[in-house]
């Protein structure tokens, strides 16, 4: 099975700490992202990445930045939390497409809360 | 990446079908269907995919119109576990998408003892 792990479930931080969500997948997947999900609003990309040391900018990227130094990890970073930030965090991953269209595989998720 | 348009909600009883419908009248020729659902809490599950023929596996069935400007999603024998959110999402292989999915609103659908 392929497995997509975010290393916490539940995070609390406080306002201007820096931040980092880490996630894992062992499926050697090219493709990396990283979505937010708020009520009403659905689930809203933020980032991904194509390869290692390759990033671009989803719908939403203000605020946050990523890194991306293995293949296998994909860091979401949030350089200084504010509470608008609190929100659940899905990471997911999925096989370079170009010839097979493919599923993308998530995480369970990180609810972080910024206080 | 084709905008969708699905219900808003949707009940059904515990071992009837589920069909769950989603329009997508915009639908390019290498755009495929691709159906998700989120039991909450959860991260989103991948359901099932197709380009133009109907695609079954053990989760569910997909049913695309002739002119693919619709599809419904077939659960044939609901339960209660599949309680979730529903999303209907077309984006197309390959390119600058790199297996991007843009996320609708989806259908809530809520199965009934």
């Known amino acids: 099975d392929v497995k997509v792990t975010q290393s916490s479930r539940y995070l609390v931080k406080r306002t201007g700490e820096k931040v980092f969500l880490e996630c894992v997948q062992d499926?050697?997947?090219?493709?990396m992202f990283w979505y937010r999900q708020d009520p009403g609003l659905g689930l809203r990309l933020i980032y991904f990445s194509y390869d290692v040391k390759m990033k671009e900018k989803g719908d939403i990227p203000e605020g946050y930045s990523v890194s991306r130094e293995k293949k296998e990890r994909f860091s979401l970073i949030l350089e200084s939390a504010s509470t608008n930030q609190t929100s659940m965090y899905l990471c997911?991953?999925?096989?370079?497409?170009?010839?097979?269209?493919?599923?993308?595989?998530f995480g369970q998720g990180t609810r972080l809360t910024v206080v | 990446d084709a905008k969708t348009t699905q219900p808003p909600s949707m009940d059904c009883a515990e071992g009837r079908a589920a069909n769950l419908p989603c329009n997508h009248s915009?639908?390019?020729?290498?755009?495929?269907v691709y159906w998700y659902r989120q039991i909450h809490s959860q991260g989103p599950q991948y359901i099932i995919h197709g380009l133009k023929n109907n695609e079954t596996n053990e989760m569910a069935s997909l049913i695309i119109t002739e002119d693919r400007k619709s599809s419904t999603l077939i659960l044939p024998h609901a339960t209660l576990r599949d309680t979730a959110v529903y999303y209907c999402?077309?984006?197309?292989?390959?390119?600058?998408?790199?297996?991007?999915?843009?996320f609708g609103q989806g259908t809530i659908l809520t199965v009934h003892p």
């Open positions: 915009t639908i390019s020729g290498n755009e495929y």
């Open positions: 499926m050697d997947h090219e493709n």
């Open positions: 999402i077309v984006r197309a292989a390959g390119g600058t998408s790199y297996g991007k999915l843009t």
């Open positions: 997911a991953s999925s096989l370079n497409d170009l010839i097979l269209n493919t599923e993308a595989f």
